[in-house]
């Protein structure tokens, strides 16, 4: 049965309840999952999902309710809650109605039909791979690791002629190594793509063992002073998400949590930096042609040679501001694809791209005069209002006149990321998809790194 009879059911139930305007979110997908421990397959799963979430307007209050749907009952049963729920919520004298339906343009290609039907043993076998890369010198040994596969469609219906229907796929791979012996040196490796083609096993499983090495040569760092520091995509990401991304939100504008409120037109990073959101890019893990209210996604520079150019905003927060909806209300997640109906909405990136650089990687190393290249860190997120940070780097390669000389761990990175978006040296050409974010390595000046 398709998920269009279980939301047409739910909104009429909802109206029957007394509600003026009814909105239904709904998704059906399915996951195969394999999971590693010590080099070998431990256990596989293969689970399917549907489920459908409800909000519902009635009298300037707003209701909201979610449920795994197996029959036409549990969709009646949401709305019922739905409405309940509204009747005993407080007046919101903003929201007067849900989006309009608005058609859109070609759906970008990420529906992968190798990913859809792949199977336990089809990923069996990719995770296989992975460690057959990583354990093929003999030092390094895989503990643990998740490889999951998923397919998924997601609708969207409302009672103001909102109408969409999309499917996508998800290919997300962490895996862990550790070099054997008495002190131990650990690596971690993430892959998001909605495209099988574009992840290769065999190069992650060699990034595992190569990476793993690394941090068992690492010596302490001692010292301490400001440098030039490049940071890889599988960390800035997280940096950039809790920093630029939060302060690019309407609702952390309207909220005064924004430290770029009231700067739209003003210089907030270094020129060499764009930042656009993207929702037709093929590798994004969320692209669509519309959000998860119905309305229609485009793609547009939030940052453009370090000029703010705009937030981003869903119907609600639109509707604050007195502007439209940019399309960036999600419930969807760049990694997971079940009980996606289950997710509150919040504004989010749908892609966040920073335009590349003309330079590879060892370019950029070659360019430095002193500086460190990191691997890995502890955490990545900065704070969120301030921007400061202060990571544990637990391995980096140390760059003096252009050439790596050497590799630490045991030292501190402080900064702050706002700051640090003004001091962009160079970016480079290595763009990576993470999470929801597709970005390069970048170079940034006067970072400190603090040793023993």
Known sequence: MSLEPFMKKAIKVALSE????????????????????????????????QGIALRVIKGRKVGQSSTTINSIRDAERCAVSAVKLANVSGVDPVFKGFPAGSRGGGFPDTYDREL????????????????SGATEGGSVKVPNGVIRASVMQHMVMNTNGAETDQRSTIMYAHVTSMTKGSEPGEGTFSAFTPHRAR?????????????AVDAQRAEHFKGSGKMTVILPPDELSGMLMSTAAYSLSAENVHKKRSIWAGKRGEQVSSPKLTIKDDPFDERGMCSCT?????????ARPLIERGVLKGFMYDHYNALLAGVESTGNALRREPNEAQGIYRMGLGISPINLVIESGSKGIESLIAGVDKGIMIQKIASSDANSITGAFGFEIRCAHVIEKGEIKGTIDHALLTGNMYDALRSVREIANDATVVGSSILPSIAFEGLEVVGQ
């Open 199 to 211: 992840f290769d096993p065999s190069s992650a499983g060699k990034a595992l063992a190569r990476r």
């Open 18 to 49: 007394g509600a003026s305007e009814v909105e239904t979110f709904s998704t059906r997908s399915r996951t195969v999952s394999v999971y590693l421990d010590d080099d070998k397959v431990k256990n596989v799963e293969d689970k399917q999902d």
């Open 290 to 298: 519309h959000d998860d209210e119905g309305t229609r996604t485009t």
């Open 116 to 131: 859809a039907s792949m199977s336990a043993s089809d990923l069996a076998e990719i995770a296989l791979e992975i460690v």
